[in-house]
């Protein structure tokens, strides 16, 4: 069983930042793709971000130039770095992985965390 623990959500001003978190837990062999999705209220769930296991990344155009993902192998953990937020930028947060569980022969599955509320408000 792995789980996806997110932190870093919070409240903050047009034009603030904050760092989101997400942390890998359990049994398993690696950890590719680790990804940020947002879901805003009445919208449907929207790719932010994705980091290879290599560092790759790639971003939505809505953040590009704002945001920065990053991730710690050591940690097993993703973080989301949120600058210039926007009320548009509102929105529940989820990180999701791709991990590589301890099974014969191994499997690769999908994991969601239970995702983080980020609001932009004056």
């Known amino acids: 069983q792995v789980q996806l623990v997110e932190s870093g959500g919070d409240t903050v001003q047009p034009g603030g930042s904050l760092r989101l978190s997400c942390a890998a837990s359990?049994?398993?062999?690696?950890?590719?793709?680790m990804n940020w999705y947002r879901q805003a209220p009445g919208k449907q769930r929207e790719l932010v971000a994705v980091?290879?296991?290599?560092?790759?990344?790639n971003y939505a155009d809505s953040v590009k130039g704002r945001f920065t993902i990053s991730r710690d192998n050591a940690k097993n953990t993703v973080y989301l770095q949120m600058s210039s937020l926007k009320p548009e930028d509102t929105a529940v947060y989820y990180c999701?992985?791709?991990?590589?569980?301890?099974?014969?022969?191994?499997?690769?599955?999908?994991?969601w965390g239970q995702g983080t509320q980020v609001t932009v408000s004056s």
């Open positions: 999701n992985a791709y991990v590589t569980v301890v099974a014969q022969p191994p499997l690769v599955y999908d994991y």
């Open positions: 359990g049994r398993f062999l690696s950890i590719h793709n």
């Open positions: 980091i290879s296991s290599g560092g790759s990344t």
